[in-house]
Nanobody, 114 residues
Framework: VQLQASGGGLVQPGGSLRLSCVAS????????MGWYRQAPGKQREWVSN???????YYADSVRGRFTISRDNAKNTVYLQMNRLKPEDTAVYYC?????????WGQGTQVTVSS
């Protein structure tokens, strides 16, 4: 399984970014896809995930600002991040859960700063 994340960058507070993660090597529609993040000096934390059927789940810290979606035809999961805050600054990692197998992408940096 390979996961390739992209879309990070530098954005001002209140701005938006969209992360993408393309998966290969697994039956994408049978997997749970998720996003985690890790800020400097902190543990990696769960942000959001989405079931194969498209049911989304969010951490309290991002609910109402972030939207996760998936395109099973493109083997891609997205994270639309709106109203970004400085505390959203972190490396964001794509995760795939396929049964008992958990796979990670390489991470993409998101920096929210004026």
């Amino acid at each position: 399984v390979q996961l390739q994340a992209s879309g990070g960058g530098l954005v001002q507070p209140g701005g938006s970014l969209r992360l993408s993660c393309v998966a290969s090597g697994s039956p994408f529609s049978d997997t749970v896809m998720g996003w985690y993040r890790q800020a400097p000096g902190k543990q990696r934390e769960w942000v959001s995930n989405i079931s194969g059927g498209g049911n989304p789940y969010y951490a309290d810290s991002v609910r109402g600002r972030f939207t996760i979606s998936r395109d099973n035809a493109k083997n891609t999961v997205y994270l639309q991040m709106n109203r970004l805050k400085p505390e959203d600054t972190a490396v964001y990692y794509c995760n795939q859960q396929w049964g008992a197998v958990s796979s990670w992408g390489q991470g993409t940096q998101v920096t929210v700063s004026s």
